[in-house]
């Protein structure tokens, strides 16, 4: 199976190729950089980059797998127009996934050992925390869901004793308030295409439409038009 993977919903663009065979030797290719802004430009280069390498077209690829958030809400936009496209012109499936599911997978890849149940926190800004509660294997127990760090510590498994990600310092922190100890991992994790892989390759799921996943309303507001300032 031939699995092209984006990501572009937070801090890093990124693109991956995953060829799986039968006999378990499957190509990766990954072309993957961290930024804040300009996915939208640099996304298109690095899925040519990784069909190239791999040496492959896009009506070669049977699935097409993006984030659909949480996230920046320009970014997690493009992951998934790119995705929409590619699937109309190569008519391959898509998968779609939260990306905190996609950060715990790439812990575990990184080597993250929970030995239990962890959780993935992103600061969200504005005193929230994006949080995720998933099972020692990586499979999502809950979530993805935007509360405060504190709201966060009272959701979780009295048991639970590691987040990671770039808000797990807020639960720490909150944590320490409420009388209970969760070490922070990680800070500088991002989702990313290759785990993004993996996990649809590994899924019998599909997503017939994509859609992204906004937990909280937008920042910007539309102007106000002249007819409605003259009222």
């Known amino acids: 199976m031939n699995i092209l993977a984006l990501d572009t919903s937070m801090g890093v663009c990124s693109a991956a190729m995953l060829r799986t065979a039968a006999s378990g030797h499957n190509k990766r290719v990954l072309r993957e950089a961290e930024m804040m802004r300009g996915h939208a430009e640099a996304l298109m280069p690095m899925v040519e980059a990784v069909l190239t390498e791999a040496d492959l077209s896009p ?32 008519r391959a499936a898509l998968f779609g996934t939260d990306s905190l599911t996609v950060m715990a997978r790439r812990a575990l890849r990184e080597g993250l050992a929970p030995g239990g149940p962890f959780a993935v926190a992103v600061d969200a800004r504005r005193d929230m925390v994006y949080l995720g509660l998933f099972g020692l294997d990586g499979t999502r127990l809950d979530g993805p869901m935007l509360c405060t760090p504190t709201e966060a510590v009272a959701r979780l ?70 007819l409605e300032r003259r009222r």
Request: net charge negative; charged share 20%.
């Open 59 to 90: 009506r070669d690829l049977d699935m097409i797998a993006s984030t659909q958030g949480p996230g920046s809400f320009t970014g997690v936009r493009i992951a998934i127009a790119a995705a929409r496209g590619l699937a109309l012109t190569s």
């Open 157 to 226: 498994p009295r048991d639970l004793a590691l987040a990671a990600g770039n808000g797990a310092g807020l639960l720490a922190e909150a944590a320490a308030g409420q009388d209970r100890a969760i070490d922070g991992a990680l800070p500088d994790l991002q989702p990313g295409a290759m785990a993004l892989a993996a996990l649809a390759a590994e899924s019998p799921d599909r997503t017939e439409i994509l859609r992204p996943l906004y937990l909280r309303p937008p920042d910007a507001k539309p102007q106000n038009t002249a």
